[in-house]
């Protein structure tokens, strides 16, 4: 991301709002393909100016230091509208959860299909490489989040408590959420929480992200003795952390 400590000079947006973080109008939106929305967020432990893509709303985060000069923070959207729309136009299309559309589940392509209802299955169920779902087609999207959330909380759940057993741990409690930051956190509890859209990354993927977390019930930080733990409890690291890095936008995307 762009980040700047000595942009200085005075900006050419059009839509302001009052910011009352610091009493000025600050840029509400950016020109691409249409409004692009511009959040601007004040944060104390900022440095310097940075700008963030959001790939879930097709949005520009812009993160201020405290008491940032409104000249500065609107010739830094200036300077770096190039490095804006390249991101915008780079980000992977949406793929949204309706009938006909293709699905990976642990990282295996299915294809959504609509059908009528079945005495054998629940609402939701996978069957000869489809994801069939069943019930009013409007309630498509609905139906086939929750079944990915609930198989995610059981994959993550499961391998969760398998390896914390390898470090003489347990695992308190685990939820999934819907987050965007991050793809796992553990409390000092032993409480993890994960992100639902693991269960579409690879399975490898999946597994080295709860045993990230399953290695913070020991080490609560990312020094070496924490790397330690994670490549005694995963293999290939590097490697799984590259995929997540590769393809986030494209997995933020998806539903």
Not at 219 to 228: A, I, L, Q, T, V
Not at 229 to 235: A, C, E, G, H, Q
């Amino acid at each position: 991301m762009p980040t700047c400590g000595k942009c200085e000079g005075q900006g050419i947006y059009e839509v302001v709002k009052t910011a009352a973080a610091f009493r000025t109008t600050l840029p509400q939106q950016l020109q691409h393909a249409g409004k692009v929305p511009v959040r601007v967020r004040v944060s104390r432990r900022a440095r310097r100016m940075a700008l963030k893509i959001d790939a879930v709303g097709d949005a520009v985060e812009l993160v201020l230091p405290p008491r940032t000069p409104l000249p500065r923070a609107l010739n830094f959207l200036k300077s770096n509208r190039d490095w804006v729309e390249r991101r915008l136009a780079a980000l992977p299309p949406r793929t949204t959860f309706a009938d006909g559309e293709r699905v990976p589940v642990l990282g295996v392509p299915h294809r959504i299909r609509h059908v009528a209802r079945s005495s054998e299955h629940g609402p939701v169920w996978i069957e000869a490489g489809e994801i069939r779902v069943s019930g009013d087609k409007a309630h498509i999207a609905r139906r086939l989040r929750d079944f990915l959330k609930e198989r995610a909380r059981q994959e993550v759940g499961r391998r969760a408590r398998r390896l914390a057993l390898q470090l003489g741990r347990t695992v308190a409690r685990v939820t999934v959420r819907d987050t965007t930051t991050r793809w796992g956190s553990c409390s000092a509890n032993g409480n993890m929480a994960f992100s639902w859209r693991l269960v579409m990354a690879p399975e490898a993927v999946l597994h080295y992200v709860v045993a990230h977390e399953v290695a913070h019930l020991i080490e609560m930080n990312h020094g070496p003795r924490f790397w330690k733990l994670v490549d005694k409890l995963v293999p290939q690291v590097e490697r799984q952390r590259a995929w997540l890095n590769d393809n986030r936008a494209w997995l933020l995307r998806i539903g």
